[in-house]
């Protein structure tokens, strides 16, 4: 079970951002990141004790961040 999340769960979940992708477990440069990634948009949101927490406020990455760097 990757971050402690039940396979299921990671099955169903998405992320909130409109262009929507699935999420993986981890991030491109750390696969066993407390965090999931958007396979869509690149956003990388926290695990926080087994709870994902899926708003955009609290993402990093994704599009927002390449037009500000």
């Known amino acids: 079970m990757p971050l402690?999340?039940?396979?299921d769960l990671l099955d169903i979940l998405a992320c909130p951002a409109?262009?929507?992708?699935?999420?993986?477990?981890?991030?491109?440069e750390d696969p066993?990141?407390?965090a999931l990634t958007c396979t869509s948009c690149d956003r990388r949101y926290p695990v926080t004790d087994g709870i994902?927490?899926?708003?955009l406020s609290e993402a990093t990455g994704g599009p927002a961040t390449?037009?500000?760097g």
């Open 4 to 7: 402690g999340l039940d396979p």
């Open 18 to 28: 409109p262009d929507h992708g699935t999420l993986r477990p981890g991030t491109p």
């Open 32 to 34: 066993e990141a407390a």
């Open 52 to 55: 994902p927490v899926l708003l």
């Open 66 to 68: 390449a037009v500000q």
